[in-house]
T-cell receptor, first 115, second 113 residues
Framework: SQQGEEDPQALSIQEGENATMNCSYK?????LQWYRQNSGRGLVHLIL?????REKHSGRLRVTLDTSKKSSSLLITASRAADTASYFC???????????????FGKGTKLSVIP | ETGVTQTPRHLVMGMTNKKSLKCEQH?????MYWYKQSAKKPLELMFV???????ENNSVPSRFSPECPNSSHLFLHLHTLQPEDSALYLC????????????FGPGTRLTVL
């Protein structure tokens, strides 16, 4: 299974602190993506990092990818109460050789940012 | 309407009912997906449609029947469900030629009594 595993399962920090979430996966991937989900809502794409990239930034987000260790990390700097949500990593691989792509999600990290 | 919409947002049904979930994407994408999200379990891919053709059925029970009449609409027909089918059902779409980002709808919260 390609399934990603996030760590920790839950994280509680004070507003202004940095939050780091980790993800591990099992086999080769095309890319790794991070998504955010507010309680009971749909997922929102945050950032995508390709298998040949090592680091990527988007605003207060920093993602790293280590394909040798099959792991990724998501860093949210200067966290805000509005960052409170669940964060999921998803790995993408091509299958069936027909231009079909699947995303496999982990169980997520529940982040709570305390004002 | 923009993005991906899903109706209804909430659904309560008995085990003998037949109902349908609807998804519509307004993004011009050519791939659509159904996912199931249960408490304390990873998001599970159910069905994949590329260019209106079903390309993946991840061992989903036949009581779930997908339909994709065109590239903008996706349905999930439900029949004789079980209480363990209660979950959040999410629809997503993407453009196959693009990087890989999927766009999700808000989901339908399904409760089977």
């Amino acid at each position: 299974s390609q399934q990603g595993e996030e760590d920790p399962q839950a994280l509680s920090i004070q507003e202004g602190e940095n939050a780091t979430m980790n993800c591990s996966y099992k086999t080769s991937i095309n890319n790794l993506q991070w998504y955010r989900q507010n309680s009971g809502r749909g997922l929102v794409h945050l950032i995508l990092i390709r298998s040949n990239e090592r680091e990527k930034h988007s605003g207060r987000l920093r993602v790293t990818l280590d394909t040798s260790k099959k792991s990724s990390s998501l860093l949210i700097t200067a966290s805000r109460a509005a960052d409170t949500a669940s964060y999921f990593c998803a790995t993408e691989y091509a299958y069936s050789g027909a231009g079909s792509y699947q995303l496999t999600f982990g169980k997520g990290t529940k982040l709570s940012v305390i004002p | 309407e923009t993005g991906v919409t899903q109706t209804p947002r909430h659904l309560v049904m008995g085990m003998t009912n037949k109902k349908s979930l609807k998804c519509e994407q307004h993004l011009g994408h050519n791939a659509m997906y159904w996912y199931k999200q249960s408490a304390k379990k990873p998001l599970e891919l159910m069905f994949v449609y590329n260019f209106k053709e079903q390309t993946e059925n991840n061992s989903v029970p036949s009581r779930f029947s997908p339909e994709c009449p065109n590239s903008s609409h996706l349905f999930l027909h439900l029949h004789t469900l079980q209480p363990e089918d209660s979950a959040l059902y999410l629809c997503a779409s993407r453009q196959l030629a693009s990087a890989g980002e999927q766009f999700f709808g808000p989901g339908t919260r399904l409760t089977v009594l």
